[in-house]
């Protein structure tokens, strides 16, 4: 399964990997175990990556045990009001006649209250409100999860090929140094040449230890995203220049209005609409009641006892109830409209520099790199035979590399902005020729 594949599958429901029913994985683990059973590799793919996540990710458990806490709080809402049984003894340790118990009057009573206004049936549709709720955070949250994995990764792999222009560096100086070298020999180069050839050389050499130094950092940071502290990958698969066509904005703003994080407003709409049905309900009354038996213990007869309570003025009293109740939900409206103002705004964002960063790609690539290329090649043969200085090689193949590793950064926010893209619509752009 691919990896946005994956990413719609949980989406749909149908990849089983997080579920309510689920139990979580213990917080305190062998994580070197962990790292051993999930990375059977050494080279870890974005799928992979995913999987693993979803699978072991400390942070999206939490939701499984909010899910429960919600189903027992559902359980508790849908009980009817317990019934008490009481008793009460009168007439007793008096004086004059009333001394001792023998005019004790005792009664034993059960008691209740009826609930008028389907009370129990409104605080069942708050929780479950609550909890459709919860189902849309928890995706909203794994999106997240999953575009700081994504992201990640695009970086480390950013990296790796970021090492593996420094190798070229390192070998283009290593040549460089050599040629040098020999020219120095026959008398056509000064010394001074040969020495900044080798600092050079050096020079590369460091650049690559440092982003050695920053591909096992990263390495770390991706295998805490399913708890892992001992990475056992070495490499990541993928390549950064295999870009999907995004389509048109307003058809990717039409499907991120789909998305969780739109979504959430709509249920936490439904949510504040249920509120507002339960702070309603509280104002109807509830009828309290209670029958027993009462024993006279002067003359050991016994009788019947029954009766109502009603709460006066209970309407009034929860007036300031249902006013917030509705005042929350009138909030909700507009705290959705800034949400989609800035989900626009951060799509056209992404929409726009990934655009921008495609474009660029596609230049070094069929233009720009293919004539620098060629440019070093003539450089270098003219400065062996003497028609071009020391200076025009080295400028000639700096030129180079920065323009591979322009590239590199162009094609890296290109994939960074088509992630972000596929975070907020929740879909992949494409599912043909991904990039993973």
């Avoid at 929780?127 to 794994?142: G, K």
């Avoid at 309407?315 to 949400?339: C, I, M, P």
């Avoid at 950064?409 to 752009?429: F, R, V, Y």
Wanted: without cysteine; aromatic residues 6%.
């Amino acid at each position: 399964m691919q990896a946005r594949n994956i990413i719609v599958a949980f989406l749909l429901g149908s990849l089983p990997l997080l579920s309510w029913a689920d139990s979580p994985p213990s917080p305190i683990q062998d994580s070197t175990q962990t790292s051993q059973d999930i990375n059977t590799s050494t080279v870890l793919a974005l799928e992979d990556a995913i999987a693993f996540t979803l699978k072991n990710n400390p942070l999206l458990y939490q939701y499984h045990f909010r899910h429960q806490s919600l189903m027992a709080q559902r359980e508790a809402s849908s009980l009817s009001p317990a019934l008490e049984l009481g008793i009460e003894i009168e007439n007793i340790a008096g004086s004059g006649e009333f001394n001792g118990v023998d005019s004790a009057e005792t009664t034993l009573a059960l008691s209740s209250v009826i609930e008028l206004g389907a009370k129990a049936r409104s605080r069942v549709a708050v929780v479950d409100a609550r909890s459709d709720r919860l189902n849309f955070e928890r995706q909203a949250a794994t999106l997240d999860v999953l575009g700081e994995l994504t992201a990640l990764f695009i970086r480390t792999l950013a990296t790796q090929e970021s090492i593996a222009l420094s190798k070229e560096a390192a070998a283009l100086s290593e040549r460089m140094l050599k040629t040098v070298r020999q020219r120095a020999s026959k008398g056509a180069a000064p010394e001074a040449e040969v020495m900044r050839a080798k600092a050079a050389l050096i020079r590369a050499s460091v650049r690559l230890n440092a982003q050695h130094s920053s591909f096992e950092r990263q390495r770390m940071a991706l295998s805490s995203f399913w708890g892992s502290t001992n990475p056992h990958f070495s490499t990541l698969s993928g390549s950064l220049s295999v870009l999907d066509a995004s389509g048109d904005f307003a058809s990717l703003l039409q499907r991120a209005q789909r998305s969780p994080a739109i979504a959430i407003f709509a249920s936490e709409a439904r949510l504040k609409d249920a509120e507002v049905k339960l702070a309603q309900a509280q104002s109807r009354v509830d009828i309290g009641w209670q029958l027993g038996v009462r024993r006279f213990e002067e003359t050991d007869d016994t009788a019947f006892t029954a009766g109502i309570s009603i709460p006066l003025f209970s309407g009034k009293r929860n007036h300031g109830a249902v006013t917030s109740a509705l005042a929350e939900r009138n909030a909700v409206d507009y705290q959705q409209v800034d949400a989609q103002l800035k989900l626009h705004n951060r799509l056209f964002t992404a929409f726009s520099q990934r655009k921008e960063n495609t474009a660029a790609v596609k230049q070094f690539s069929s233009q720009i790199l293919p004539a620098l290329e060629q440019a070093l090649n003539l450089t270098r043969q003219a400065y062996e035979t003497g028609r071009y200085r020391y200076q025009d090689w080295i400028a000639a193949q700096e030129e180079l590399l920065t323009a591979k590793q322009q590239h590199i950064e162009a094609a890296t926010a290109a994939q960074l902005n088509q992630a972000l893209i596929e975070q907020l619509i929740a879909e992949p752009l494409t599912t043909d020729n991904l990039p993973y």
